[in-house]
C-alpha cells in the first residue's frame, strides 16, 4: 500500500507540467531510483544472487544425509561432462556457476539444485551406459537450472510475503524483526524446493521441457541426442514396479519418451566419437 | 494490483527520456566473470569482472556483447550481465565506478548472506561445508576445451 502510495506520488509528479529532473534534489532522485529500483525487484520475483543462496542452502540440506563420493577422477570427469553441455544451455553462466557433484547413494537419481549445484548419484553414473547418456542427464538438470524449475517450487504466498519485507524500504538495512521474518521465509522457501526436488519431484511439463532442453544441449555440444532416449528406455524397463529414486523424482514414463522422440533432433553423432568417448567414460568410471 | 503499478512506473520511467534505461550499460549479475579478447569462450582474459560491476555496452553479438570497463574492451556472454542500469544523474554510480552502498545494499535485499547466517545458525546440522566444498571445484577453461576437443565435441 506504502509502495502503491509512492508510485503514484512519483506519477504525478512526472506528469506535472514542467516538472523536470534537473528541477528535483539529490533526495529526491535518490528515492525516485530506490522505488524504481525495488519495483524492478518486485516485478522480478527473483534475483540471481538470491536463487543461489536458496540452492546453497538446498544443496546443504540434501547434504546433511548424504555423503560425497570420495573419488577425485571422477568428480573431475562429471564435471567437465556437465560443465560441456552448460556451456552450450541458453545460459552458461550463473551467479555462483555450475558445479557438480556424485552422490554416495545407490539409488538412481539426479537432482539440480537453483543456481548451479547439481547432484547425480553414485547409482546413476552406474546406470548410465556411456558418455552420451551421462551428458542427457547432465543436460536435462541444466535445463531444469535454465528454467528456474527449483525456484518456481516456491510458494505464491511465500514471495508476496518476502516481496512485502523487501520492499518496505529498500534502502536501509533489516531491522531485526523484517530479517527474523525473512530468515522464516528463506527456511519455507528451501523447505519447498527440497520437497519437490527429493520428495514428489517436478510435474509433468517441467520434466518434457526438461528433456526437450537436454536434447538441444546435447546436439548443440556433439553429443548423441538419441542417448537420452536410449536411456529413459533402459530405465522404463529395468525400474517396472519401482517406485524410488529416479521413478518418483523423475518418472520415466512412455508419454515422456514420445515427448523426447516427437522433439528429436535430426542431427547422429558420428559412431566413431560416440565409441571414443565412451571408453574415456569407462576409464573414468572404472568400467 | 502490484502488477499494474510496476507497469505503470516502468512505462513512466520509459517513456521520459530524461529518466529512459541508459541503453549503453549493463551490470555483472554473476560473481565472478571476464572480459574476453574475442567473443567466444575460451579467449584471452582481459579484465575480471565482478558482481555489480557497470560496463559501457559498444556493440552486440549474437550472445555476445562487446562492452568496455576501466579502459579495457572486449566481449562478455550476455547471461552474464543485465540491461537495467538507469541513468539518474548523480544518484548511481557512473561507468567503471565502484557501485554506491545502497547499490550494494539493495542489490543484496532478499535472500543474502545475513539471511543464509541466520538459517546456519538455526540448522546446524545442515553441511555448508561440503556445499563449499563442491563450489571451491573449479574446471579450468584449457582443461575443458581440451576435454571437448578430445572428445569430438563442440566448442560453443
Known amino acids: ?287 | 494490483m502490484r502488477t499494474v503499478t510496476a507497469i505503470t512506473i516502468a512505462a513512466i520511467f520509459l517513456l521520459s527520456p530524461e529518466l529512459s534505461p541508459a541503453a549503453d550499460t549493463a551490470r555483472v549479475v554473476v560473481r565472478e566473470n571476464a572480459i574476453r579478447e574475442q567473443c567466444r569462450f575460451f579467449a584471452p582474459v582481459k579484465v575480471k569482472i565482478r558482481y555489480n560491476d557497470l560496463l559501457t555496452i559498444l556493440s552486440k553479438s549474437g550472445d555476445w556483447y562487446k562492452v568496455r570497463f576501466k579502459g579495457v574492451s572486449g566481449c562478455v556472454h550476455k547471461s552474464a550481465i543485465e540491461e537495467k542500469s538507469f541513468k539518474l544523474g548523480g544518484g548511481f554510480a557512473s561507468q567503471g565506478q565502484t557501485p554506491s552502498r545502497d547499490e550494494v545494499s539493495l542489490a543484496g535485499k532478499g535472500f543474502n548472506p545475513q539471511v543464509e547466517a541466520s538459517y546456519k545458525g538455526s540448522h546446524p546440522e545442515l553441511d555448508f561445508r561440503t556445499v563449499e566444498a563442491i563450489e571451491h571445484f573449479q574446471v579450468s577453461s584449457e582443461a575443458l576445451s581440451e576435454f571437448l576437443k578430445d572428445g569430438g565435441l563442440s566448442e560453443p
Open chain 1, 1 to 287: 500500500m506504502t509502495r502503491n502510495l509512492l508510485c503514484a506520488c512519483l506519477a504525478a509528479l512526472l506528469f506535472l507540467p514542467g516538472c523536470k529532473i534537473q528541477d528535483l534534489t539529490p533526495e529526491q532522485i535518490g528515492m525516485i531510483s530506490r522505488s524504481l529500483t525495488t519495483t524492478i525487484k518486485t516485478a522480478r520475483p527473483i534475483s540471481d544472487e538470491e536463487e543461489y543462496y536458496v540452492g546453497r542452502a538446498v544443496a546443504a540440506r540434501i547434504l546433511s544425509t548424504n555423503h560425497l563420493v570420495n573419488n577425485k577422477k571422477l568428480t573431475d570427469y562429471v564435471n567437465l561432462v556437465g560443465q560441456s553441455v552448460a556451456i552450450h544451455s541458453e545460459k552458461p553462466f550463473t551467479y555462483g556457476g555450475y558445479h557438480f557433484a556424485v552422490l554416495d547413494d545407490s539409488q538412481i537419481n539426479a537432482f539440480a539444485c537453483p543456481g548451479g549445484i547439481i547432484f547425480i548419484t553414485r547409482g546413476m553414473v552406474n546406470a548410465v551406459k556411456d558418455e552420451d547418456e551421462l551428458a542427457a542427464v547432465l543436460a536435462h538438470e541444466v535445463g531444469h537450472i535454465n528454467h528456474r524449475d527449483g525456484i518456481n517450487a516456491i510458494s505464491q504466498s511465500r514471495w508476496t510475503e518476502a516481496l512485502t519485507v523487501i520492499g518496505a524500504d529498500a534502502a536501509k538495512t533489516y531491522g531485526s524483526q523484517d530479517a527474523a521474518k525473512l530468515a522464516g521465509l528463506f527456511e519455507g522457501s528451501i523447505d519447498d524446493v527440497f520437497k519437490t526436488l527429493v520428495v514428489n519431484g517436478y510435474g509433468r511439463s517441467q520434466e518434457y521441457d526438461a528433456d526437450r532442453a537436454s536434447l538441444a544441449y546435447l546436439a548443440a555440444t556433439g553429443y548423441e541426442p538419441r542417448a537420452l532416449k536410449d536411456f529413459l528406455e533402459r530405465i522404463v524397463k529395468q525400474s517396472k514396479g519401482s517406485e524410488g529414486g529416479i521413478m518418483k523424482t523423475h518418472p520415466a514414463t512412455s508419454d515422456r519418451i514420445e515427448n523426447v522422440i516427437a522433439n528429436m533432433p535430426e542431427q547422429k553423432a558420428d559412431p566413431a566419437l560416440v565409441q571414443m568417448r565412451s571408453r574415456r567414460f569407462a576409464a573414468a568410471v572404472g568400467r
